[in-house]
């Protein structure tokens, strides 16, 4: 059967780190608060100009790298994202162009921190029913454009990056030692839209807007829903949790990633966290954790993984993944 294995991944931070301290210069905060209460250390700051495609575009280059394909086999371009570069084209056409890659699917895909893991979800089923071959699925967030600097409690959860997978149909033997995608698990609640949203809009205020965040609500309904989605993306495959190698989380809260870690009961060593070094990067947040875990050498070929995530809607979804 087909499924859809990862070729290559590669992730970039913008150039400008912006330390916890640096923080403390904009708002009344301090260093120890935020690695307190987050585990927060520094999160990059996308220069002046430098748009979302810009840091894709610079996580594909490196993904395409890694995957050792032709860029022009590339027939599907899937960003995650909620900060595109304009409301329409899709930021997905803008890295299609950048990367003169051939005419093929390109679109954007909106659901906040739960970006990448819906991402997966939907270029795979493109993937396994033959819509496309081969797909650069994207995170890429400047989130650094929609915080309010006046707002302690969320300027200083958040940062930019983008991450990129090589996403391609292979034929695999059809049982769960397949490498790829064996299951994804996607879930939203519209009754807490109001939890975690940005103030503005194209067709409410003709306005961008800033971020604005119940933080303890948030805080509460995703140790649940980010535990629920990895026990519900496990079962599909008829796999138990004892089986993960690794658990690949949305980077947002230290604190969050290890409540989930603990109520899965799965080892501080096979939880991925890069939170600290980047902040909370929204969509780009998976595949950042993801390819610091496979250049440092801890995810290697045939590593069972669990990707899950949740963000503003709420919206929340997970993947189980044979690396
Ligand atoms: N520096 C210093 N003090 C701060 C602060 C900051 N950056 N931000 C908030 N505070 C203060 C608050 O004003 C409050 O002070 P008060 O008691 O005098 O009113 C105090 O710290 C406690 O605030 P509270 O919101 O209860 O703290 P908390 O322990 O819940 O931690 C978060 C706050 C935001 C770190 C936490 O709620 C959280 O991580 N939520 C999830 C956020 C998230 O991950 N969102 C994205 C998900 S996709």
Redesign the pocket.
Known sequence: MLRSIVLGIGSYLPERVVTNDDMARM????DE??RE??GITRRHFAAEGEATSDLAVAASLRAIEAAGIDRNSIDLVLVATSTPDNTFPATATAVQRKLGLPVGIAFDLQA??AGFAYAISVADALLVTGRARRALVIGAETFSRILDFED??TC??FGDGAGAVVLAAAEQPGHVGDRGVLATALGADGRQYDH?YVDGGVSSTQTTGVLR?N??E??RH?VQRLSEAAIEVVAKAGLRLADIDYLVP?Q??R??IEAVGKRLDIAPDQVIVTVDRHA?TSAASIPLALDVAVKDGRIGEGDLLVLNA???GFTWGAALLRW
Not at 27 to 30: F, L
Request: aromatic share 6%; hydrophobic share 45%.
């Open positions: 708002v009344d905060t301090s608060w935020i209460r987050t906040v921190c302690r409690g200083v959860l975690l965040m933080g303890r948030v805080f995703a949305h947002a809260n604190r969050i909370n949740m963000g503003g």
